[in-house]
T-cell receptor
């Protein structure tokens, strides 16, 4: 079992829809949770960063962490064609450890105009 | 502020050769981490350097090595290339706060796409 599981998609939704992206994980030591967006032929860019459980909102993006279920989510409201990209969840334990960031494999999102 | 730069952007090598990739971090950042990204395995952590010292290391064979210079620029080297080394190699820089890559926001470069024939 991989430490972090993420549905690879592709996930295709119409413009304006609410998008829900999810990751599950098995390592209970993870405390820091991130979402990165990666466009084709580009490096990942950080979207959201949360510590421990709870919600965090930034514009159209909301990140949720449920440590009891080992489940994290990213919601995108009023989705735009420019949101079409691969979304990667990443997480780590305090101190980073020997593994740096542990990433999911990414979900390929397509927003249809 | 300029972002993370990586050179070259594309590279084609043959099996058995070696390759050196370069990364220039954001000005003022002291930590550089390297990742390998493939369709099958996703993004995997290679190693992290801070102040010219390797601070963290992932689970990769010794053919993968790196170093960091006093100006925080970093290089990674892969010796005796194998077909399976074909990947996008990403470099990420951060301020290098205590605790390593997991507790410190990382900013990624565009990557070097390595193809091994």
């Amino acid at each position: 079992q991989k430490e972090v599981e993420q549905d690879p998609g592709p996930l295709s939704v119409p413009e304006g829809a609410i998008v829900s992206l999810n990751c599950t994980y098995s390592n209970s030591a993870f405390q820091y949770f991130m979402w990165y967006r990666q466009y084709s032929r580009k490096g990942p860019e950080l979207l959201m960063y949360t510590y421990s459980s709870g919600n965090k909102e930034d514009g159209r993006f909301t990140a949720q962490v449920d440590k009891s279920s080992k489940y994290i989510s990213l919601f995108i409201r009023d989705s735009q064609p420019s949101d079409s990209a691969t979304y990667l969840c990443a997480m780590s334990a305090p101190g980073g450890g020997a593994d740096g960031l542990t990433f999911g494999k990414g979900t390929h999102l397509i927003i249809q105009p | 502020k300029a972002g993370v730069t990586q050179t070259p952007r594309y590279l084609i090598k043959t099996r058995g050769q070696q390759v050196t990739l370069s990364c220039s971090p954001i000005s003022g950042h002291r930590s550089v981490s390297w990742y390998q990204q493939t369709p099958g395995q996703g993004l995997q952590f290679l190693f992290e350097y801070f102040s010219e010292t390797q601070r963290n290391k992932g689970n990769f064979p010794g053919r993968f090595s790196g170093r960091q210079f006093s100006n925080s620029r970093s290089e990674m080297n892969v010796s005796t290339l194998e077909l399976g080394d074909s990947a996008l190699y990403l470099c990420a820089s951060s301020a290098g706060l205590a605790g390593g890559p997991g507790t410190d926001t990382q900013y990624f470069g565009p990557g070097t796409r390595l193809t091994v024939l």
